[in-house]
């Protein structure tokens, strides 16, 4: 006989087979697994336990079922929009009450070869509703005018959403928590799913993490391929951490590798001068 616990353990095993790592649960959710448990502690100590609920006549809260996006629409520019609307009220992350208001989605082209993937806007990215327009964002647009690229060309993204609050907030931004990133995870996946872009970019460990599952320093995930459902995914150092960094040419020069990589891969132009931006001078 079937007990509740049971349809929640075939659920989280058909997410894990799809390779889906991390499952957002709202407090009903968690409420729901305290019951089962609770409901676990209190049965009778010996003998029989009697006949086990069956699924039908104790069914899991609604809530207990994790949110799925849907994507709508025909063209690759719809089904983003469809998210785009499904993210303003996305109640997951609503019900964390750990992120801000408006909603940040993202910008670029729907057809574009290269995902560029941060970790959360900032006070910039909030007042303008786009992703990487303050101070990291100049950085990246530089580091697109350097290949050859400007942002209209590439798709640029975030793992969350809505900038990540803190108390008495000014322009002071923090980096997104676990949940924050698990909340709205769904839809960096879906837009991926939708863009199918040639190679992904994954800017800073956060990004890597949120995306690959991996964890460590920047340093160890860079200079390799990862993989995310098939596309290429090369990891680099956060905008941010060169803005840091300032006239350290060694950060730049490993940023800017990770970047030919990048355009080798997919197979564009690299002149002579592009291949000597910040090496030391001889
Ligand atoms: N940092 C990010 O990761 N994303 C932004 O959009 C801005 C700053």
């Given at each position: 006989m079937s007990r509740p616990a049971d349809a929640v353990i075939e659920f989280l095993e058909s997410e894990k087979a799809r390779g889906v790592s991390h499952v957002f649960l709202d407090e009903g959710a968690r409420e729901g697994l305290r019951q089962l448990i609770r409901r676990s502690q209190t049965?009778?100590?010996?003998?029989d336990q009697g006949p086990q609920p069956a699924l039908k006549s104790s069914p899991l809260?609604?809530?207990?079922?994790p949110t799925k996006v849907s994507t709508e629409g025909t063209s690759k520019a719809a089904r983003l929009d469809s998210l785009r609307r499904q993210a303003e009220s996305w109640a997951p992350a609503k019900a964390?009450?750990?992120?801000?208001?408006t909603m940040v989605f993202a910008t670029g082209n729907?057809?574009?070869?290269i995902m560029l993937v941060g970790e959360a806007p900032g006070y910039e990215e909030e007042k303008k509703r786009?992703?990487?327009?303050?101070p990291a964002g100049q950085k990246l647009d530089d580091i697109l005018k350097a290949m050859g690229?400007?942002?209209?060309e590439v798709y640029i993204s975030n793992l969350v959403k809505f900038r990540p609050a803190t108390p008495r907030q000014t322009t002071n931004n923090r980096k997104p928590s676990p949940e924050e990133i698990a909340a709205c995870l769904p839809f960096i996946r879906a837009e991926i799913g939708i863009v199918r872009p040639a190679c992904i970019v994954a800017l800073g460990g956060t990004a890597a993490e949120g995306l690959l599952g991996l964890t460590g320093q920047v340093v160890a995930m860079r200079d390799s391929w990862h993989e995310f459902d098939g596309i290429p995914v090369r990891v680099s150092y956060h905008p941010s951490y060169l803005l840091q960094s300032g006239a350290n040419l060694s950060i730049k020069r490993q940023v800017w590798e990770d970047l030919l990589a990048v355009m080798e891969r997919l197979g564009m132009p690299v002149s002579e001068k592009q291949r000597g931006f910040f090496l030391p001078k001889a």
């Open positions: 049965k009778p100590a010996t003998g809260p609604a809530a207990a079922v964390l009450g750990t992120l801000r208001e729907p057809d574009a070869r786009e992703p990487f327009v303050g690229l400007s942002r209209e």
